[in-house]
């Protein structure tokens, strides 16, 4: 049975980042597994282009106005997560230095660890073997 990842999306090659671009990893291009995408800001509703973003204590700041945009990621990411049937999945790759997907502290990757513990997390910087 193929093995079944939840990516981020700008890891397949989708321009959906901030400045309209993808940071696409060659490393996950032609693998054996099921990549299912997930882009918390796009998906949350936050443009593209959009300003960039950076956490500062626990919430989601817009970098050159300081703007605090937390409310839509954190709506998004309750229905989400609700939904989430973590039984389907072998692990989750997330994109690191992502004020949503970063694995250390980006609030997407935060709260699917602190909600699923045994799900494997990893970055693309740290894959795991596909």
């Known amino acids: 049975m193929k093995k079944r990842f939840l990516v ?3 890891l397949t090659g989708e321009a959906c980042r901030y400045d309209g671009r993808s940071k696409l990893c060659a490393a996950l291009s032609g693998v054996d597994a099921e990549l299912v995408t997930v882009c918390p ?4 509703g936050y443009g593209i282009p959009r300003e960039p973003m950076h956490v500062e ?11 605090d945009v937390t ?5 998004w990411r309750e229905r989400y997560l609700k ?8 692990g989750v790759i997330l994109k ?4 949503s997907c970063d694995p250390e502290y980006g609030l997407f990757a935060c709260a699917l660890r ?11 910087e740290n894959l795991p073997e596909i």
């Open 41 to 44: 800001e796009t998906d949350a």
């Open 8 to 10: 981020s999306r700008c």
């Open 71 to 75: 409310a839509f990621l954190l709506d």
């Open 114 to 124: 602190e909600k699923f513990p045994q799900l494997p997390l990893f970055d693309e």
């Open 96 to 99: 690191r230095r992502s004020p």
């Open 57 to 67: 204590a626990g919430r989601l700041v817009t970098n050159q106005t300081g703007k």
């Open 83 to 90: 939904n989430f049937d973590v039984s389907r999945y072998d």
